[in-house]
């Protein structure tokens, strides 16, 4: 609910600010808050209240991201290429999201933490690469 509610306002921000500039903080924002959320040491009714709000700051960094990896793309691909740019983004996210449920029962039973550990890896992997982030 956060990405949705902020995805319009961090495109704005993007638009005045620069939009790598708004998709690397996006990036940091959420590898912080994932990582804050694998090393959480709270039980009970704190450690709940903490993954909430880690995930709210999370779903943050998570519109900087949605909203900046569309507009560079579209800025960066000339007009008869951002049909295909767009949807590989597309797939990319969809496959990320298909994969992330997959991966995240596998390791539930493992341990829950290392779900967030293996979401800021494969964001860092794809950041390093150069790959768009749509999820």
């Known amino acids: 609910m956060v990405t949705a509610v902020l995805v319009v ?3 704005r921000l993007g638009d005045v600010v620069g939009r790598v500039r708004i ?3 996006g990036f940091v ?3 912080v808050f994932s990582v804050l959320l694998a090393v959480t040491w709270l039980h009970g009714r704190a450690g709940a209240l903490w993954l909430i709000v880690m995930r709210v700051l999370q779903g943050v960094g998570g519109a ?3 909203a900046s990896s569309s507009a560079i793309l579209t800025g ?3 007009s008869g290429r951002r049909g295909l740019a767009l949807g590989l983004n597309q797939v ?3 496959s990320g999201q298909f994969i992330g449920l ?3 029962g596998l390791l539930g039973p ?3 933490h290392l779900v967030f550990v293996v979401s800021v890896s494969v964001r860092c992997l794809r950041h390093g690469l150069g790959l768009s982030d749509a999820a």
């Open 92 to 94: 990319a996210g969809v």
């Open 102 to 104: 997959v991966l995240g």
């Open 110 to 112: 493992v341990g829950w």
């Open 9 to 11: 306002s961090f495109g």
């Open 64 to 66: 900087m991201l949605m």
């Open 29 to 31: 924002v959420f590898s």
């Open 76 to 78: 960066a691909f000339p």
């Open 23 to 25: 998709y690397n903080l």
